[in-house]
């Protein structure tokens, strides 16, 4: 990728965080706040949903295609005090839209998306989702429950996940768990769609089964997956499971 390109991809996700947050702040009855772990990971503009102040920011970051400031592959942890530890910090001057800003050390409170560079002051407008009845859109100054500010930069990360119709149906349910297969069910947990269904898309599928997330594909996961697609709750995974899991996502109630 050029210089050129890099650069245009960034501010395309700068630009993505401030919409997204935008849109968020205009559905604020729709987000509940609460401190869960693992939180939803859910795929863009999606709600309701449940988050707290950096459950939301990362959240942000995912649906616009930034990396996870937390360095967990969106895998449904980290907080502030582990996005302080993994993302680069900044000096003030060096803020952009869509980058964070964490309130707090030893320990960290509260982190912000900026809608604005914070170069000028604490005046630049902020995304907050620290209470119940937010996510709002307000000046920096009336978020400040801690010092110091530690800015942090947004960094590019994967894909956008997608929105929108599934691209990869209708499936062919032959009952064979192939990379078409996996890409349609990728789309609908809101995870990159790289017909390899590794770690993260297990836990974004746990996430949507209800059961714990931990990237083990076991008999309760498939249990919980068995009983959701409508097929014989047998524990293991074999052709009529994933004919299932086809016919659902033909049928879009998956």
């Known amino acids: 990728m050029t210089t050129e390109a890099h650069l245009a991809t960034i501010a395309q996700i700068r630009q993505n965080m401030v919409s997204n947050c935008q849109w968020a702040v205009a559905h604020r009855s729709q987000f509940t706040y609460a401190e869960i772990r693992p939180y939803s990971v859910v795929p863009p503009r999606t709600a309701p949903v449940t988050l ?17 400031p937390s360095g967990n592959g969106f895998n449904g942890r980290g907080n502030t005090d582990t996005m302080l530890a993994h993302s680069q910090h900044i000096p003030r001057a060096e803020t952009q839209p869509g980058d964070f800003a964490v309130f707090g050390l030893n320990p960290s409170q509260h982190v912000v998306v900026l809608i604005q560079s914070a170069a000028g ?17 307000v000046a920096l100054s009336g978020e400040i429950v ?10 590019p990360g994967g894909a956008v996940p997608q929105s929108g119709p599934n691209p990869y149906l209708p499936l062919d349910v032959d009952g064979a768990f192939g990379p078409n297969t996996k890409r349609a069910l990728q789309f609908k947990l809101g995870v990159d769609q790289d017909g390899d269904f590794g770690p ?11 059961v714990a997330a931990n990237g083990v594909v076991g ?5 919980a997956l068995q009983r959701h697609v409508g097929v014989s709750q047998s524990g293991v995974c074999g052709a009529e499971t994933t004919k299932g899991v086809q ?5 879009h109630t998956f």
Request: some cysteine; glycine content about 10%; charged content about 15%.
């Open 52 to 68: 707290d102040c950096s459950s939301f920011a990362t959240l942000m970051a995912m649906w616009s295609g930034a990396a996870d």
């Open 121 to 137: 002051g604490n005046g630049a407008l902020c995304v907050s989702h620290g209470r119940q009845g937010d996510p709002v859109q």
């Open 146 to 155: 801690a010092q110091p500010i530690t800015f942090l930069r947004l960094m």
């Open 200 to 210: 993260i898309s297990k836990m974004a599928l746990q996430r949507h089964l209800g």
């Open 219 to 223: 008999p309760d996961t498939i249990k």
């Open 247 to 251: 016919r659902t996502l033909n049928a």
